[in-house]
Nanobody, 126 residues
Framework: QVQLVESGGGLVQAGGSLRLSCAAS????????MGWFRQAPGKEREFVAA????????YYAASAKGRFTISRDNAKNTVYLQMNSLKPEDTANYYC???????????????????WGQGTQVTVSS
């Protein structure tokens, strides 16, 4: 079992920045692909960013590309999401997730992830 705990959310003005953290426990996550998803009220949970296994590549939704950066520190068993130039439409609950089997680079499908955190709320005011 893997436990994931997100932190770093909060209230920020448009144009501001936040860094989310996802601390894992129970197992080492270096061999897992890790993803960030978000869910706004009344909307489906959507893919934001992912990072491959070990020192794998990074992948972003179009809405995040150029503004968000996903990274991982395998020594700390932690994944990060640096969010810059935040917009009101980025307001959502942000979740990290661990993908255990290798789905050949299919990171956008939330159904391929096995473990989820409880989420951290990000609110961007205009």
């Amino acid at each position: 079992q893997v436990q994931l705990v997100e932190s770093g959310g909060g209230l920020v003005q448009a144009g501001g920045s936040l860094r989310l953290s996802c601390a894992a426990s129970g197992r080492t996550i270096s061999s897992y692909a890790m993803g960030w998803f978000r869910q706004a009220p009344g909307k489906e949970r959507e893919f934001v960013a992912a990072i491959g296994r070990g020192f794998g590549g990074t992948y972003y939704a179009a809405s995040a590309k150029g503004r968000f950066t996903i990274s991982r520190d395998n020594a700390k068993n932690t994944v990060y999401l640096q969010m810059n130039s935040l917009k009101p439409e980025d307001t959502a609950n942000y979740y990290c997730a661990a993908q255990v089997p290798d789905y050949g680079g299919n990171y956008q499908d939330r159904n391929t992830y096995d473990y989820w955190g409880q989420g951290t709320q990000v609110t961007v005011s205009s």
